[in-house]
């Protein structure tokens, strides 16, 4: 079984910084991408950014500049600076990842965290 488990969200104001986190568990042969999506009430989950293993990194236009996706593969951790956050930041950040389980190590299976809440608010 394989979890991904995010922490690092809360409250802050407009103009501060969060530091995401979300760590992979479980019997995990490898991972591929990686990346965060979010979703704002009553709106769809959207991409914010994803990070390949070699390290290439993909961002939503409207986050580029502000937030910074990274891994440490050995601690099969992904990261989210956000920097500059607005009030429209504000969602439930989901971590997402391609991994392959020990048990089938050519098959890689999409999984998704429980999400943490982000709220960008004075």
């Known amino acids: 079984q394989v979890q991904l488990v995010e922490s690092g969200g809360g409250l802050v104001q407009p103009g501060g910084s969060l530091r995401l986190s979300c760590a992979a568990s479980g019997s995990i042969f490898s991972i591929n991408a990686m990346g965060w999506y979010r979703q704002a009430p009553g709106k769809q989950r959207l991409l914010v950014a994803t990070?390949?293993?070699?390290?290439?990194?993909n961002y939503a236009a409207s986050v580029k500049d502000r937030f910074t996706i990274s891994r440490d593969n050995g601690k099969k951790t992904v990261y989210l600076q956000m920097n500059s956050l607005k009030p429209e930041d504000t969602a439930v950040y989901y971590c997402?990842?391609?991994?392959?389980?020990?048990?089938?190590?050519?098959?890689?299976?999409?999984?998704w965290g429980q999400g943490t809440q982000v709220t960008v608010s004075s």
């Open positions: 997402n990842a391609d991994i392959a389980m020990m048990s089938h190590p050519r098959y890689h299976s999409n999984y």
């Open positions: 990070i390949s293993s070699g390290g290439n990194t």
